[in-house]
């Protein structure tokens, strides 16, 4: 694994790591402005780490080409 995606996985563990107590915060109202504005900020910075390392691998030929489709491409269809 390349150093840019050891970053990436470790960035998106802690963000995920803060999920839970950020939802539990926010739903009871304990959590103060600054600190939403400082996990949007972590949010943002792994948003453009994602970007970034989509870009690199699409040039760099190592982009996966065959992935599973997700449900957000693929919608279901309505009755």
């Not at 840019?4 to 539990?24: M, N, P, Q």
């Not at 970007?51 to 269809?77: D, F, K, M, Y």
């Amino acid at each position: 694994m390349d150093k840019e995606t050891k970053a990436l996985i470790d960035s998106l563990r802690a963000v995920s790591g803060h999920a839970e107590s950020i939802a539990s915060a926010l739903m009871l109202g304990k959590m103060t402005p600054q600190s939403q504005h400082e996990y949007a900020g972590m949010l943002g910075e792994l948003s453009q780490l994602l970007h970034e390392h989509a870009a690199i691998r699409e040039t760099s030929g190592h982009a996966v080409r065959c992935r599973p489709s997700s449900p957000r491409q693929n919608p279901p269809a309505l009755p």
